[in-house]
């Protein structure tokens, strides 16, 4: 699921939200919202069924990308970010 769609359901929710009347409707709609979380994530999951896996390369890049902005911070003069 990309950034676009959880936007889109994101703004769904808050039409449906400010149309309810009444707080059960409301009520209605966030169990709503949560198993439609619950059932993406679950799916996120199953498609990286070695999860584990998955999150220490993800913790190890995180790293190295972090080691790779501080370095190139270190070598550009601030005036060359600047336009």
Same mark, same amino acid.
């Given at each position: 699921?990309?950034?676009?769609?959880?936007?889109?359901?994101?703004?769904?929710?808050?039409?449906?939200?400010?149309?309810?009347?009444?707080?059960? *409707? /409301?009520?209605?709609? =966030?169990?709503?919202?949560?198993? !439609? $979380?619950? +059932?993406?994530?679950?799916?996120?999951?199953?498609?990286?069924?070695?999860?584990?896996?998955?999150?220490?390369?993800?913790? *190890? /890049?995180?790293?190295? =990308?972090?080691?790779?902005?501080? !370095? $190139?911070? +270190?070598?550009?003069?601030?005036?060359?970010?600047?336009?």
């Amino acid at each position: 699921m990309n950034s676009t769609e959880m936007q889109t359901m994101r703004q769904d929710m808050q039409k449906k939200m400010s149309a309810a009347k009444t707080n059960e *409707e /409301r009520q209605a709609l =966030m169990a709503e919202q949560q198993k !439609l $979380m619950q +059932g993406k994530h679950e799916q996120m999951m199953t498609m990286h069924s070695d999860g584990h896996d998955m999150s220490s390369h993800m913790t *190890e /890049r995180h790293q190295m =990308m972090q080691k790779h902005m501080g !370095l $190139m911070n +270190g070598q550009m003069p601030m005036g060359a970010m600047s336009n």
